[in-house]
């Protein structure tokens, strides 16, 4: 494939601050904003059969996804997926930092906080790898998290089904495949809980 589908896939569907702070953006595949809102706002069992997958990895936890309300801006969705492909670039991010939210209905009642702080709720993010076959060593496409205290990084590869669950407030960037890979896409989901 040279290209994400176009029904559902969108170069631009996805935006990345092209340096933290920076005002430039880099405009990435996505998905569209139909494709967003189906998944976000109507029933599918797949995604609510995922959502009890959840629940029993953690069943002293209410898991639920989290209301973009929570971020101040209602056009953060709680599903969000890319697919990078050679030549784009992403800047490491993190999804949400609670002790950074805007004003908004959640930090009226939950108050700014260092998430995994007792007693408030722990944001976090699934992340779901989508390819049917994705060869690493050839193609690259991994994501990189930055350990906060010491600066080392890891490389996660992006295995098939995998699903990879951290801390919101984790540092990590997409890396794009390598030259090798063409213009295959490497297919995420990333469901905020």
Request: aromatic share 10%.
């Amino acid at each position: 494939s040279q290209a994400p589908a176009p029904r559902r896939w969108v170069l631009g569907g996805l935006v990345d601050a092209t340096n933290p702070g920076d005002n430039e953006q880099q405009h990435n595949y996505g998905l569209t904003s139909d494709a967003t809102n189906d998944i976000c706002y109507h029933r599918h069992e797949a995604l609510e059969e995922l959502e009890v997958v959840f629940s029993s990895l953690f069943p002293a936890a209410l898991v639920s996804r989290l209301d973009g309300s929570s971020m101040g801006d209602a056009s953060v969705t709680p599903l969000t997926a890319n697919a990078p492909v050679y030549g784009d670039t992403y800047q490491p991010h993190v999804d949400a930092d609670p002790t950074n939210l805007p004003p908004s209905p959640w930090t009226d009642i939950y108050g700014r906080y260092p998430n995994r702080a007792k007693g408030k709720p722990r944001l976090m993010t699934a992340l779901i790898y989508l390819n049917q076959q994705w060869n690493t060593k050839k193609w690259g496409g991994h994501t990189r998290v930055w350990n906060s205290i010491s600066g080392n990084t890891v490389d996660i590869d992006p295995i098939p089904g995998r699903v990879v669950f951290m801390d919101q407030d984790v540092w990590h960037s997409v890396r794009a495949p390598n030259i090798r890979a063409g213009k295959c896409p490497r297919y995420s989901f990333a469901c905020k809980l």
